[in-house]
């Protein structure tokens, strides 16, 4: 079990603001929370909002292929398909 600070704040150890819970939902209640840096707002993201669209029209229109792009972004092949796929970026709209 893991201490869980409910407003987020982890100067705030008043006994109100404390819970206990897994480490599941502690990772669940940091993202809900917004806590967590995701997506181009993430330390270690290569790419941003307008790379993804970008990536996600040139794959659905066949002007590049996974290989192509993952070259021109520097980055692997496999996130490549993972944009493609959905499997991240999740909440960004498809074009």
Known sequence: ?????????KLNNHRDNLEMCTGDEHM?????????PSGER?????LCLQDIHR????????????MQLS????VSQALISDIMYNKIWKLQENL
Do not use: S
């Open 1 to 9: 079990l893991q201490i869980n600070h409910i407003d987020g704040n």
């Open 28 to 36: 669940h209640h940091a993202k809900v929370c917004g806590l967590m």
């Open 42 to 46: 993430h330390g270690r993201a290569k």
């Open 55 to 66: 990536i996600r029209y040139y794959l659905k229109t066949g002007n590049f292929n996974q």
């Open 71 to 74: 070259r021109i972004y520097e």
